[in-house]
């Protein structure tokens, strides 16, 4: 009788295992899915920037990136005073 | 490390275009700023673990360099250069695209530019009287603006970038959690992509937001994302900004200015040469989705745009223009 329960019990304990290991073998699965799709997104947004091309309509066009001279701009005008955005944007729409 | 003296303003000085221009817009001289107007290409470099570019965030500094761009162009009509405005007012709207690839913030900055760009733009061409040169010259830059206007989908694309990088994080500690013996024996793997399930579709959302070209995709998709991003619901929660709605009319009302003011310049050409504005439309809508309806005053020296929701979009009268966001 208590040879029977072991069994049993090492029996249960054996499908739990597998079900478990059975479990994350489809969760590693899924998991390899969702990372390729993760990796789609983020690539997605970097191709999106990379590939975005401005529009200059006045000027010889320079092939460099605006971003960074856009930035040095930006540092520069951190430096005016706090009152400078409102005042100019009432100025624009007087 | 240098620092700047700025023209303190005068306290009996009234602020007009001019001393405001003189005070706060200086900047917009330098190299990196006629560097950056010139440049083919406008990646901001953004950081995925941050969901911002690098120094950000750059308020007000944005608006500040759109805006005295914009004045610049005013100053510039005020004084006859018409040529010199079109030219600053165009820059303006590229800047305000450019804005537009960054961050949320950015975007917003960009809509406010871009809007604001686009009315000076009927403004100027509503005034011009006797250079049908400027106009043909206005007709050509204005087509090759069609698709730059400030878009708030590299906003999207980028938190989807900044969702997906986190996800990332996420299942790498489920993943980690099995290394340990005790960790074997509970499925992390399947846990993990369970919790992660609704985030991942909410990231797909995002992701697919970020490539929507119409705006009406957008709205759709608002209260979708929203929903998939509800605290508790998921690995991560997310929420657009609560304005969400307002901005994506925003967006869309830049674009259906933009139409309108397409098609300001046939009908500005048609005035020189006939000596008032037609009794309809002579040629085709320029964007047909937006399908502005053309009244013409019954004396022919106004029209108006109106939406198909009846809002009047640009109402021009006798050299003067007014659009809804100014009205």
């Not at chain 2, 003296?5 to 007009?16: D, L, M, R």
């Not at chain 2, 913030?105 to 009927?122: E, F, N, Q, W």
């Not at chain 2, 994506?248 to 009302?253: K, S």
Request: with cysteine.
């Amino acid at each position: 009788m208590i040879r029977k329960r072991v069994t049993i019990g090492a029996l249960l304990m054996l499908s739990a295992l597998v079900v478990i290991a059975l479990a994350d073998v489809v969760g590693a699965r899924c998991l390899q899915a969702d990372e390729r799709h993760l990796d789609g997104i983020i690539g997605n947004a970097r191709r999106r920037a990379n590939t975005y091309r401005r529009v200059n309509l006045t000027d010889a066009p320079l092939d460099q990136n605006a971003a960074v001279s856009y930035q040095l701009a930006f540092k520069d005008l951190a430096q005016l005073p706090h009152d400078a955005f409102p005042r100019v944007r009432d100025a624009v729409d007087q | 490390m240098h620092s700047r003296v700025f023209e303190t303003p005068s306290t009996n000085e009234p602020a007009t275009a001019e001393t405001t221009f003189r005070q706060y817009c200086q900047g917009i001289r330098s190299p990196h700023v006629s560097d950056g107007l010139r440049c083919t290409r406008c990646d901001w470099m953004m950081d995925v673990n941050l969901s911002e570019p690098p120094g950000a965030p750059y308020f007000p500094q944005t608006g500040i360099l759109g805006h005295c761009l914009l004045l610049a162009g005013q100053l510039d009509q005020n004084a006859g250069n018409r040529r010199a405005a079109a030219d600053r007012y165009f820059q303006a709207m590229a800047y305000a695209s450019d804005l537009g690839q960054g961050s949320w913030p950015m975007a917003l900055a960009g809509i406010s530019t871009g809007k604001r760009a686009v009315r000076a733009l009927a403004q100027l061409v509503s005034s011009v009287q006797d250079d049908a040169l400027l106009l043909r010259v206005i007709r050509q830059e204005l087509s090759l603006l069609q698709n730059a206007t400030p878009s708030l989908n590299p906003g999207l694309s980028w938190d989807a970038a900044h969702l997906a990088n986190h996800l990332y994080e996420i299942e790498y500690s489920y993943l980690s959690r099995q290394s340990t013996a005790a960790g074997r024996l509970w499925p992390w793997q399947a846990i993990g992509a369970w919790r992660l399930s609704p985030s991942m579709r909410l990231a797909g959302r995002l992701d697919a937001a970020g490539a929507a070209a119409d705006l009406d995709q957008l709205r759709q998709l608002g209260p979708q994302i929203d929903m998939d991003g509800v605290p508790g619901r998921g690995a991560v929660a997310y929420a657009l900004p609560p304005n969400w709605d307002a901005l994506v009319q925003e967006a869309d009302n830049v674009r259906e200015l933009l139409s309108a003011v397409q098609m300001t310049v046939p009908l500005q050409e048609w005035r020189l040469a006939h000596g008032g504005y037609p009794a309809s439309l002579p040629f085709d809508q320029a964007s047909p989705g937006y399908d502005l309806s053309y009244r013409p005053s019954p004396d022919q020296h106004a029209y108006q745009f109106v939406s198909r929701t009846g809002a009047i979009v640009l109402d021009v009268n006798d050299g003067a223009s007014q659009t809804r966001a100014a009205r």
